[in-house]
């Protein structure tokens, strides 16, 4: 499984800005290896953010995206103690899920 | 918390075979294949379902500049109008401009920043696909100093 994902969420008045910072390499597929050979695209596809379970964001990102890529949004209507979840699905399958707890 | 962390594992992992099969199409998100495949801006748009690209002032895309790195070059993209469906980031220069789309939601603010690679100096586009069907969009010339696409 992939290296964890780094969530913070605070919270300033009714709303939580999420920070989030993924492992991943995010391979265009354009790249040559050293032998000249294609590295095969790999990349993150779809990204959602829950909050206390519910779904708030659904993303999709093609390989344009930065390696390890970063994510930023606010979540309305959040407290502290709120837990944020957030999963990624990459274009092989791969995925991940981690979550973490306002403050 | 061993428990714990299997049981979110597997809810997880039921929960995507389950929306794989289409049993929830309302979670169930196909992959916009199409608009990330799109060589130009147009195109992306045009796939996404999207009317022709208008101008707006309540569009903002925040970009540097000057992007020392072209492999991360931070993005944001917002919107102070209502309605917003959709909010996406375009390099028009890479080879396959549409970079990032947020699905938005009413839990959410329409504005999202991300991280993203440009291959050469371009504009890049903040678009805001309202309900209607309307592209808004800003745009904003980012000068790349090592392009980010590894070749």
Same mark, same amino acid.
């Given at each position: 499984?992939?290296d964890?994902?780094?969530?913070?969420a605070?919270?300033a008045?009714?709303?939580?800005?999420v920070r989030?910072?993924m492992?991943?390499?995010?391979?265009?597929?354009t790249?040559?290896?050293?032998?000249?050979k294609?590295?095969p695209?790999?990349?993150?596809?779809?990204?959602?953010?829950?909050h206390?379970?519910?779904?708030?964001?659904?993303?999709e990102?093609?390989p344009?995206?930065s390696?390890?890529?970063?994510l930023?949004?606010?979540?309305?209507?959040?407290?502290i103690?709120?837990?944020?979840?957030?999963?990624?699905k990459?274009?092989k399958?791969?995925t991940?899920?981690?979550?973490?707890?306002t403050s | 918390?061993?428990?714990?962390?299997? *049981?979110?594992?597997?809810? %997880?992992?039921? =929960?995507? @075979?389950?929306?794989?099969?289409? #049993?929830?199409?309302?979670?169930?998100?196909?992959?916009?294949?199409d608009?990330?495949?799109?060589?130009?801006i147009?195109?992306?748009?045009?796939?996404?379902?999207?009317?022709?690209l208008?101008?707006?002032k309540?569009v903002?895309?925040t970009?540097p500049d000057i992007?020392e790195?072209? *492999?991360?070059?931070?993005f %944001?993209?917002? =919107?102070t @109008?209502?309605?917003?469906?959709? #909010?996406?980031?375009?390099?028009?220069k890479?080879?396959?401009?549409?970079?990032?789309?947020?699905n938005?939601?009413?839990?959410?603010?329409?504005?999202?920043?991300?991280?993203?690679?440009?291959?050469?100096?371009?504009?890049v586009?903040?678009?805001a696909?309202m309900?209607?069907?309307? *592209?808004?969009?800003?745009?904003?010339?980012?000068?790349?100093?090592l392009?980010?696409?590894?070749?």
């Amino acid at each position: 499984m992939a290296d964890p994902m780094r969530i913070r969420a605070q919270v300033a008045g009714d709303k939580a800005t999420v920070r989030v910072l993924m492992a991943h390499d995010m391979e265009t597929g354009t790249r040559k290896d050293g032998a000249g050979k294609i590295i095969p695209a790999w990349f993150i596809q779809e990204v959602t953010v829950t909050h206390n379970g519910k779904t708030v964001l659904t993303a999709e990102w093609g390989p344009g995206v930065s390696k390890n890529p970063f994510l930023q949004l606010v979540v309305k209507g959040a407290k502290i103690g709120d837990k944020i979840g957030v999963t990624w699905k990459d274009n092989k399958g791969g995925t991940r899920s981690d979550e973490a707890t306002t403050s | 918390m061993q428990s714990r962390r299997q *049981a979110l594992k597997k809810t %997880a992992i039921v =929960t995507g @075979l389950l929306a794989s099969t289409g #049993l929830f199409p309302g979670l169930a998100f196909a992959f916009s294949k199409d608009g990330f495949e799109a060589k130009t801006i147009q195109d992306a748009i045009k796939a996404l379902g999207a009317g022709a690209l208008v101008a707006s002032k309540d569009v903002v895309l925040t970009a540097p500049d000057i992007a020392e790195n072209g *492999a991360v070059v931070p993005f %944001a993209a917002s =919107t102070t @109008l209502p309605g917003v469906k959709r #909010l996406l980031i375009l390099v028009e220069k890479n080879p396959a401009p549409l970079v990032a789309l947020f699905n938005v939601s009413d839990s959410v603010e329409p504005a999202f920043t991300t991280r993203g690679k440009m291959g050469q100096s371009s504009d890049v586009y903040a678009v805001a696909i309202m309900a209607d069907g309307r *592209a808004l969009f800003a745009k904003k010339e980012v000068k790349v100093t090592l392009g980010g696409c590894g070749g």
